[in-house]
């Protein structure tokens, strides 16, 4: 089944979407959390996935009190990566390919900041593809808001309403919809329930998007 409009562009989300990062990324909380002699659960963790810094302060604040060394945890979990770099999602490059085949524009918009972005563009030779990138300096409010996908569509020269978004978490599926965007979820970690359902599209891959445009 065909989109309602035909994309006059497309923006990726990045974490769980466009790389397969919420693991890696898992892993470095729950190592973090252990060296600081806490304990983080998966319900815990996935309350934080989509959100962005400031967002997940404030979560994990409230988990472990207002003495919690958000910035020790934070050196932490970038130490626990190091320079490993989360590999792309299947379909990710055919996608891109069939987006360019027919003239389609894309970009990111995502919680994450810029140095992880150029990381992750640079090991995967994405950094002359995209034709707009928002990360969370770009904007005054972080997804779950709509103003990342509104920068993301203006910079692509496009309405909200004629750019596709895809999206894998709860908050970057609620900016997408908020801003007007068609909305197609790829879940990653969090499940597709209901109140995502009635925002958006779920399919199970990126590869599956191709049939959509």
């Not at 994309?7 to 397969?20: C, E, K, M, Q």
């Not at 919420?22 to 892993?27: D, F, G, I, Q, Y």
């Not at 003239?103 to 002359?128: D, I, Y």
Request: with cysteine; charged share 20%; proline share 6%.
């Amino acid at each position: 089944m065909k989109l309602p409009r035909k994309p006059l562009a497309v923006v990726f989300d990045l974490d769980g979407t466009l790389i397969d990062s919420e693991a890696l990324v898992k892993e470095a909380h729950f190592a973090a959390c252990a060296e600081l002699g806490v304990t983080m659960t998966d319900a815990q963790f996935l309350s934080l996935v989509g959100l962005h810094r400031e967002a997940n302060d404030l979560q994990l604040k409230s988990y472990y009190g207002d003495n919690f060394p958000l910035e020790h945890f934070i050196g932490l979990t970038r130490a626990h990566v190091g320079d490993r770099v989360a590999p792309l999602k299947t379909g990710a490059i055919e996608l891109m390919d069939a987006l360019d085949e027919i003239n389609v524009p894309f970009g990111l918009a995502t919680s994450s900041r810029m140095p992880w972005v150029e990381k992750h563009f640079a090991a995967h030779g994405l950094t002359t593809r995209f034709r707009a990138v928002v990360t969370r300096q770009d904007v005054t409010e972080g997804k779950p808001h709509p103003e990342p996908y509104l920068h993301a569509s203006k910079l692509l020269g496009a309405p909200p309403q004629c750019v596709l978004a895809l999206e894998d978490s709860y908050a970057g599926v609620t900016s997408a919809h908020a801003a007007g965007c068609m909305t197609v979820m790829v879940p990653d970690l969090l499940i597709a329930n209901d109140a995502m359902r009635a925002k958006a599209r779920i399919v199970t891959s990126l590869a599956d998007v191709r049939a959509l445009i």
